[in-house]
């Protein structure tokens, strides 16, 4: 892949993650004529709708890389193409779901200590080719809604460990950590579970608003110190 050029005065918020992020996104360079579709139906759309239309004299370019099925493992497999070739300023990844469900289909999903390692170096990298980035870390989430309900409490079992190391990559690195578990779970006394998260793993329209709002909420004036 070309590397990407940085442009002066632009600043790059890249999104990472998995199909949360993916949003549905048209992928590949022969539709990148789309503007429209670029960046998925979901939260990363959701930002980059608000900060640029608040921001636009500030040049924010904004990317999605996420990708449907991704482990934190399969992240680390695309990294460079994916991350460091973007050159962003602002890095988010929202990573753990799928991690957890292969763990609990065909043990094919990171355990805590490798999804640590792993995330490590993942951030390891992306400071070593940007060592002014930004990084921003969402929580991964589940609800009891959908299919999940018959086995919501081993989805909390084998996420809860994930979440926790989430945390403690964050605290580590100096990233922002967005929580989105507790948050979820308060909204469960406005609605019920699939009004926000209709299958216990992905999140609806409303869903999508809500972590949307938290990201704002935690990271959204990380791109003035870039």
Same mark, same amino acid.
């Given at each position: 892949?070309?590397?990407?050029?940085a442009?002066?005065?632009?600043?790059?918020?890249?999104?990472?993650?998995?199909?949360?992020t993916?949003?549905?996104?048209?992928?590949?360079?022969?539709?990148?004529?789309?503007?429209?579709?670029?960046?998925?139906?979901?939260?990363?759309?959701?930002?980059?709708?608000?900060?640029?239309?608040?921001?636009?004299?500030?040049?924010?370019?904004?990317?999605?890389?996420?990708?449907?099925?991704?482990?934190?493992?399969?992240?680390y497999?695309?990294?460079?193409?994916?991350?460091?070739?973007?050159?962003?300023?602002?890095?988010?990844?929202?990573?753990?779901?799928?991690?957890?469900?292969?763990?609990?289909?065909?043990?094919?999903?990171?355990?805590?200590?490798r999804?640590?390692?792993?995330?490590?170096?993942?951030?390891?990298?992306?400071?070593?080719? /940007?060592?002014?980035?930004r990084?921003?870390?969402?929580?991964?989430?589940?609800?009891?809604?959908?299919?999940?309900?018959?086995d919501?409490?081993?989805?909390?079992?084998?996420?809860?460990?994930?979440?926790?190391?989430?945390?403690?990559?964050?605290?580590? /690195?100096?990233?922002?950590?967005?929580?989105?578990?507790?948050?979820f779970?308060?909204?469960?006394?406005?609605?019920?579970?699939?009004?926000?998260i209709?299958?216990?793993?992905?999140?609806?329209?409303?869903?999508?608003?809500?972590?949307?709002?938290?990201?704002?909420?935690?990271?959204?004036?990380?791109?003035?110190?870039?």
């Open positions: 892949m070309e590397e990407k050029k442009e002066p005065g632009k600043k790059v918020i890249l999104f990472q993650g998995d199909s949360i993916d949003g549905g996104r048209l992928r590949g360079k022969e539709n990148e004529w789309d503007l429209n579709h670029q960046m998925g139906h979901g939260y990363a759309f959701l930002i980059n709708c608000i900060l640029g239309t608040k921001y636009p004299g500030e040049h924010l370019e904004f990317y999605n890389r996420g990708l449907s099925g991704n482990r934190i493992a399969d992240l497999g695309r990294w460079k193409e994916d991350c460091l070739c973007m050159k962003p300023d602002v890095l988010s990844i929202m990573v753990g779901a799928n991690d957890c469900g292969f763990t609990l289909q065909d043990h094919t999903g990171s355990e805590p200590e999804f640590e390692k792993i995330y490590q170096l993942l951030l390891e990298e992306a400071r070593e080719a /940007n060592p002014q980035i990084l921003v870390l969402c929580e991964p989430f589940t609800l009891p809604s959908g299919v999940r309900k018959t919501y409490e081993d989805w909390k079992r084998v996420l809860a460990p994930l979440q926790e190391k989430t945390r403690r990559v964050a605290e580590r /690195n100096g990233a922002v950590f967005v929580p989105l578990q507790e948050r779970l308060e909204l469960l006394q406005v609605r019920e579970a699939e009004y926000w209709w299958d216990g793993i992905h999140p609806t329209v409303c869903g999508h608003q809500v972590i949307a709002e938290q990201w704002l909420k935690y990271a959204g004036e990380l791109w003035r110190e870039v």
